[in-house]
């Protein structure tokens, strides 16, 4: 386990204590609220040393610090392959990826399924910087050339170097590092967890990223590489161009929106969402915060507050997440053992609509739940089917389908008892999540 120093793709932004001294920077290191990393490759291609066209792709998440740990969902935006564009037209399955950091800054991950492909990077050093000097750090990277839903993790050592200031175009001063590192897998150097046919990797990267003084987060990073992947049969992939990195914050809820058309859709009374817009409630009972303004941390320095949770009506449950404000549509009727919808579910998706559209900047995690009924597999099938058409039905009632990731947990996450046909009606539930 490598120590790390900060962590843009794994959950962590840099919060920093700057000198005033011209030039100079001291660095401390903070988690943070919760955010979204955007991954964007624009990278020529060789099969052989003969160029097969441009391969480009963006992959999103949306990171949650749970208090306890950190959880992504990532998802593949759009891809083009071979100067043939290829969009996204389906609906965006989540990629999960949770994550600790212990106090020493350990990196651990609970659930990797090769995101974030960035690992500990960029790093910066505890001791001031000044313009000109250099550090070195440790780092990861998870590749996958093929395709073939096999990663493997390559080795970094990172040499770092302070070059300037600068002002972005939106007139945030940002502090300007440079990044370089050579690619080597190989001769020695494997991932026993990896893909068994990559045999050898070379390159070279060269990057530059722009840090805020304000802040101390990693804004962008962008990555200049040029690398080369073996396989055992004696096939070579190339890889030219850029990799982008970008640090961006979901927007805060507007609750006196929303809230609002709760109450007239029926879902909740006027005294229910005042709990709401009020603020939190701490476990003793008392307000504190503003509901419209919490970053959604789901933690406040060692605050024993917990977030508001009330049933409603119409069997759509409210509570406050760390993720973001969700909506628990209860004993959802499909079917039998099928995720088509039946007809007297209108209204509710007719009401869960007209809340989201109170949130039009906002993006939304459905997540799937069923009952247990001893077959792990099927449910989870099942539970994400039942997601799908969630969101199908409210994209038909003009919310853009883009908007919407999907994650299916089966029986995983019980919140009754399975052994009687309550709890079982209880478990059989959709979470739509308005992501902050």
């Given at each position: 386990?490598?120590?790390i120093f900060?962590v843009?793709?794994?959950?962590?932004?840099?919060s920093?204590?700057f000198?005033q001294q011209?030039g100079?920077?001291?660095?401390?290191?903070?988690?943070?609220?919760?955010?979204?990393l955007?991954?964007?490759?624009?990278?020529?291609?060789?099969?052989?040393?003969?160029?097969?066209g441009l391969?480009?792709?963006?992959?999103?998440?949306?990171?949650?610090?749970?208090?306890?740990?950190?959880?992504?969902?990532?998802y593949?935006l759009?891809?083009?392959?071979h100067?043939?564009?290829k969009?996204?037209?389906?609906?965006?399955d989540s990629?999960?990826?949770q994550f600790?950091?212990d106090?020493?800054?350990?990196?651990c991950?609970?659930?990797?399924n090769?995101?974030p492909?960035?690992?500990s990077?960029p790093?910066?050093?505890s001791?001031k910087?000044?313009?000109?000097?250099?550090w070195?750090?440790e780092?990861e990277?998870?590749?996958?050339?093929?395709?073939?839903?096999i990663?493997?993790i390559?080795?970094?050592y990172?040499?770092y170097?302070?070059?300037?200031?600068?002002v972005?175009?939106?007139?945030e001063?940002?502090y300007?590092?440079s990044?370089?590192?050579?690619t080597?897998?190989?001769?020695?150097v494997?991932?026993e967890n990896?893909?068994?046919?990559?045999v050898k990797?070379?390159?070279s990267h060269?990057?530059t990223?722009?840090?805020?003084?304000a802040?101390?987060?990693?804004l962008?990073?962008?990555?200049?590489?040029?690398e080369?992947f073996?396989?055992a049969?004696?096939r070579?992939?190339?890889l030219?161009?850029t990799?982008?990195l970008?640090t961006?914050?979901?927007?805060?809820i507007?609750?006196?929106?929303?809230?609002?058309?709760?109450?007239?859709?029926?879902?909740?009374?006027?005294?229910?969402?005042?709990?709401f817009?009020s603020?939190w409630v701490?476990?003793?009972?008392?307000?504190g915060g503003?509901?419209?303004?919490s970053?959604g941390?789901?933690?406040?320095?060692?605050?024993?507050?917990?977030?508001?949770?009330?049933?409603?009506?119409k069997?759509?449950g409210?509570?406050?997440?760390?993720?973001g404000l969700?909506l628990?549509?209860?004993?959802?009727?499909?079917?039998p053992?099928?995720?088509e919808?039946?007809?007297?579910?209108?209204e509710?998706?007719?009401?869960?609509?007209?809340?989201?559209?109170?949130?039009?900047?906002?993006?939304?995690?459905v997540?799937?739940?069923?009952?247990?009924?001893?077959?792990?597999?099927g449910?989870?099938?099942l539970?994400?089917?039942?997601?799908?058409?969630?969101?199908?039905?409210?994209?038909?009632?003009?919310i853009?389908?883009d908007?919407?990731?999907?994650?299916g947990?089966g029986g995983?996450?019980?919140v009754?008892?399975?052994?009687?046909p309550?709890?079982?009606?209880?478990?059989?539930?959709v979470e739509?999540?308005?992501?902050?």
């Open positions: 386990m490598k120590k900060a843009l793709a794994a959950g962590l932004a840099l920093a204590a000198s011209t100079v920077a001291e660095l401390a290191y903070r988690g943070t609220r919760n955010y979204q955007v991954e964007r490759t624009d990278l020529l291609r060789y099969d052989n040393g003969k160029y097969t391969v480009s792709r963006e992959v999103r998440s949306f990171i949650t610090n749970t208090g306890t740990f950190y959880d992504g969902s990532f593949v759009q891809q083009t392959k100067n043939a564009q969009v996204n037209s389906g609906i965006n990629i999960p990826a600790t950091i106090e020493d800054g350990d990196l991950m609970i659930c990797d090769g995101y492909t960035f690992r990077f790093a910066f050093t001791q910087v000044r313009i000109g000097e250099s070195h750090a780092a990277r998870a590749v996958d050339p093929l395709e073939k839903g990663f493997t390559l080795p970094l990172v040499e170097t302070y070059t300037g200031d600068a972005t175009e939106s007139g001063e940002v300007v590092i990044a370089r590192w050579a080597r897998y190989g001769n020695g494997y991932d990896g893909d068994p046919d990559l990797a070379a390159g060269e990057a990223m722009h840090v805020s003084k802040t101390g987060t990693a962008v990073v962008r990555d200049r590489t040029d080369q073996t396989y049969d004696g070579t992939v190339r030219k161009g990799i982008s970008f961006k914050y979901p927007p805060v507007d609750r006196s929106k929303v809230f609002p058309a709760l109450q007239r859709t029926g879902i909740l009374s006027a005294s229910e969402a005042e709990q817009v603020g701490t476990s003793g009972g008392t307000s503003k509901g419209g303004s970053g941390t789901g933690s406040s320095g060692g605050s024993t507050r917990k977030p508001v949770s009330v049933t409603g009506r069997g759509i409210v509570s406050e997440t760390a993720a969700m628990t549509m209860q004993n959802l009727r499909f079917k053992d099928s995720a919808l039946l007809p007297e579910e209108a509710r998706l007719d009401d869960i609509a007209a809340i989201l559209k109170e949130v039009p900047d906002s993006f939304f995690m997540e799937g739940h069923t009952a247990s009924t001893g077959n792990p597999s449910e989870q099938t539970s994400l089917e039942r997601a799908h058409a969630i969101v199908k039905a409210l994209v038909a009632r003009g853009a389908q908007r919407f990731i999907c994650k947990s995983t996450k019980p009754a008892d399975n052994s009687t309550e709890g079982k009606a209880q478990n059989r539930r739509i999540t308005i992501l902050e």
